[in-house]
Nanobody, 115 residues
Framework: VQLQASGGGLVQAGGSLRLSCTSS????????MGWYRQAPGKQRELVAS???????IYVDSVKGRFTISRNNAKNTVDLQMNSLKPEDTAVYYC??????????WGQGTEVTVSS
């Protein structure tokens, strides 16, 4: 059982990054997939989630800038991040669950936004 995240990096404020997460088929059938992030000195927070049916939820701070998408055929979930801000700097983790808290976690990918 694995979640493999990729796509992090260093970007200037206003730029874009796309995070991708691939999961094994057996866990991709769990209802929700999402992206959490943890900034230095802060608690981990849920950034965005998407259900099997495609229903999405975003934390207020990323609404209108981030888009989560899911490809059930490829067992992937992506997070398109536009208009990035320095406060988006964090380690981003993909996760999956039927009921919170998440049952499986990816290894994390670091996003750094410079001002």
């Amino acid at each position: 059982v694995q979640l493999q995240a990729s796509g992090g990096g260093l970007v200037q404020a206003g730029g874009s990054l796309r995070l991708s997460c691939t999961s094994s088929g057996s866990i991709f059938s769990l209802n929700y997939m999402g992206w959490y992030r943890q900034a230095p000195g802060k608690q981990r927070e849920l950034v965005a989630s998407i259900s099997l049916s495609g229903r999405t939820i975003y934390v207020d701070s990323v609404k209108g800038r981030f888009t989560i998408s899911r490809n059930n055929a490829k067992n992937t979930v992506d997070l398109q991040m536009n208009s990035l801000k320095p406060e988006d700097t964090a380690v981003y983790y993909c996760a999956t669950w039927d009921l919170p808290p998440p049952k499986y976690w990816g290894q994390g990918t670091e996003v750094t936004v410079s001002s």
